[in-house]
């Protein structure tokens, strides 16, 4: 099985091993799953975004008075 060598400062391995002892995983399993949660959290992100694009006249209709600046009417031609 491919393994993987990471380099770390004294202090930045100290904070890797409290950071996996506060989710009571080995610090091997924690620096495994870091990539994978990672990739499950920007698949979240594209979701809500794409999500919340398909809905922004919605939302702009039921709340006209959340509307950024930058989206309002005429705010292309400033």
Known sequence: ?????????DEELEAVRAAAAAEGKSLKQF?????LREQQRLQF???A????????????DAF???????????????
Request: charged residues 25%; without cysteine; hydrophobic residues 30%.
């Open 45 to 47: 992100v594209r979701y």
């Open 64 to 78: 006209p008075d959340e509307i950024p600046p930058s989206r309002q009417q005429g705010a292309d031609a400033a």
């Open 1 to 9: 099985m491919p393994s993987l060598n990471i380099t770390f400062t």
């Open 31 to 35: 620096v495994h799953d870091l990539p």
């Open 49 to 60: 975004v794409s999500w919340g694009e398909t809905r922004r006249d919605e939302f702009d």
